[in-house]
């Protein structure tokens, strides 16, 4: 027993003397890789950021917009836009506007930066490349998602225009007289206000508009790659106390709609999806990516990013 007890003590006083350290020599190293070209890695703003089929709801609502859903990996954002005095505003109502906050300063001038890092010149490609923003997934497009809040016949020209600088640099998903589809690592799509006329008119374009899930006669993918509702439209009233929160008639409402968007190659997103209880809201998630949605809705993009 006694020897034991000396054993353990032993042992005991051994855990509390302290870990050899690393050797100096390799902690220089570690410590100084960052001033060597060596250990750069060109496009590692977003290394390491894994893509996923998420809409950042209200991104102007978070504390660093676009950024935040970035880090997420989400690739899909919105940003609600109102115009005064030919400036576009960011912000969910007029309240909450302020001067600092534009479209070209909370997104477009973030998603140049970004896209400048990802697609750097190098003399070892031949001419520019289209990189999106996801480095583990370059061919992924983002989804910027415009709504516009407030006149939106005079709204959208001023859209279109602040969208230049992502134009010249031949970022953005294009349509080419009217039938051919050029992805790019940003697609624009008009929701809200957008005047439709001002979309459609256009033979060759570099914007989409929001499809109306509830009824998709006449819009293609060329038009709305994307279409959406609100999902309490669809299903009424939901039962946050179940673990089948939608019931059968209403999951075949979502079936059908989401199946006539699938015929012509549009993918489905449902806003107005309930955010608490937290467990509702994560078998709701389950649910509608089972059925097929091409985006989550998402408020809490952290929790959206530990659901995948």
């Not at 957008?194 to 038009?223: E, H, I, M, N, W």
């Amino acid at each position: 027993m006694k020897s034991s007890i000396l054993a353990s003590a032993a042992i005991l006083a051994a855990s509390l003397e302290p870990v050899a350290a690393l050797s100096e020599p390799l902690q220089n190293i570690l410590i100084n890789t960052d001033r060597s070209p060596i250990y750069r890695y060109p496009t590692d703003v977003t290394r390491g950021i894994i893509p996923i089929p998420v809409h950042s709801h209200n991104d102007y609502w978070r504390d660093v917009p676009f950024y935040t859903a970035l880090s997420a990996g989400c690739i899909s954002i919105e940003a609600d836009v109102f115009l005064f005095n030919d400036t576009l505003y960011v912000g969910h109502e007029e309240s909450a506007l302020t001067k600092e906050r534009t479209l070209q300063s909370l997104y477009i001038e973030p998603l140049m930066s970004v896209l400048k890092k990802t697609n750097p010149k190098s003399p070892f490609v031949s001419g520019p490349t289209r990189h999106g923003v996801f480095d583990a997934s370059s061919g992924q497009t983002l989804y910027l998602w415009i709504d516009v809040k407030n006149n939106g016949e005079k709204a959208w020209p001023h859209i279109i225009k602040a969208l230049q600088p992502l134009r010249d640099a031949n970022y953005l998903t294009k349509v080419q007289n009217n039938e051919t589809f050029v992805p790019g690592p940003v697609t624009v799509i008009g929701t809200g206000g957008t005047p439709l006329s001002q979309v459609v008119s256009a033979a060759d374009r570099d914007y989409f508009y929001d499809g109306p899930l509830k009824d998709l006669t006449g819009f293609t993918s060329l038009v709305s790659p994307i279409a959406s509702t609100s999902l309490m439209e669809v299903v009424g009233d939901i039962k946050s106390d179940s673990e089948n929160p939608l019931n059968p008639t209403q999951l075949e409402a979502i079936r059908k709609q989401i199946k006539a968007a699938k015929d012509k190659s549009i993918g489905v997103r449902y806003w107005e999806t309930p955010g608490w209880p937290i467990r509702l809201r994560n078998e709701l998630w389950r649910m509608l990516w089972k059925e097929g949605v091409a985006l989550l809705n998402a408020d809490d993009v952290n929790a959206a990013k530990e659901y995948f």
